[in-house]
Antibody, heavy 114, light 112 residues
Framework: QVQLVQSGAEVKKPGASVKVSCKASGSTLTGSEFNWVRQAAGQGLEWMGWMNPDTGNTGYAQKFQGRVTMTRDTSIATAYMELSSLRSEDTAVYYC???????WGQGTMVTVSS | DIVMTQTPLSLSVTPGQPASMSCKSSQSLLHSDGKTYLYWYLQKPGQPPQLLIYEVSNRFSGVPDRFSGSGSGTDFTLKISRVEAEDVGIYYCMHSIEVPWTFGQGTKVEIK
């Protein structure tokens, strides 16, 4: 059974960058797009973008254009989401989702605080 | 961006009773390929969302048949025929017809 295992919690200062990983266990990284979704505490879900693991092609929500980069390393079946120029409003749990959002990672808490 | 509006924002339901919630999109979710890209998720406390329904009315594998989705165009409904204690959480609708995908604000279901 395929599972997505995300990296651990991060604490960053404003202006810094964070890179969250999402490792697929039990599968190679092919065939379906990865999506990244975030959720601030007590808030709803916000879609950030997608990445095709076969081609590396990406599509980002306009809100994150210029600040987000989604990549992958197929040799270790891992997808990444990097967010730069962090501000306090980026404090949230970040989720990866795969296979048409049928499989989700456990989430990574990113805290941005001075 | 397409705006997804869910109602009600909260529901309190007696176990064994039905529940229904609505999701309206600001534009049609019917794609030229004939599919309608509307999904329903349940997020239980402290967990990631889990897919319940895809393309309006298709239950994802393992989802109990007490959950059903319906609708077309811009108006969609999720029904639970007999609510159970394990159904508590926040239900979200989402579209994926265009970028950016957007979610509704969620309907919180609690048990009386």
């Amino acid at each position: 059974q395929v599972q997505l295992v995300q990296s651990g919690a991060e604490v960053k200062k404003p202006g810094a960058s964070v890179k969250v990983s999402c490792k697929a266990s039990g599968s190679t990284l092919t065939g379906s797009e990865f999506n990244w979704v975030r959720q601030a505490a007590g808030q709803g879900l916000e879609w950030m973008g997608w990445m095709n693991p076969d081609t590396g092609n990406t599509g980002y929500a306009q809100k994150f254009q210029g600040r987000v980069t989604m990549t992958r390393d197929t040799s270790i079946a891992t997808a990444y989401m990097e967010l730069s120029s962090l501000r306090s409003e980026d404090t949230a749990v970040y989720y990866c989702a795969w296979h048409s959002t049928t499989i989700w990672g456990q989430g990574t808490m990113v805290t941005v605080s001075s | 961006d397409i705006v997804m509006t869910q109602t009600p924002l909260s529901l309190s339901v007696t176990p064994g009773q039905p529940a229904s919630m609505s999701c309206k999109s600001s534009q049609s979710l019917l794609h030229s390929d004939g599919k309608t890209y509307l999904y329903w998720y349940l997020q239980k406390p402290g967990q990631p969302p889990q897919l319940l329904i895809y393309e309006v009315s298709n239950r994802f594998s393992g989802v109990p048949d007490r959950f059903s989705g319906s609708g077309s165009g811009t108006d969609f409904t999720l029904k639970i025929s007999r609510v159970e204690a394990e159904d508590v959480g926040i239900y979200y609708c989402m579209h994926s017809i265009e970028v950016p995908w957007t979610f509704g604000q969620g309907t919180k279901v609690e048990i009386k």
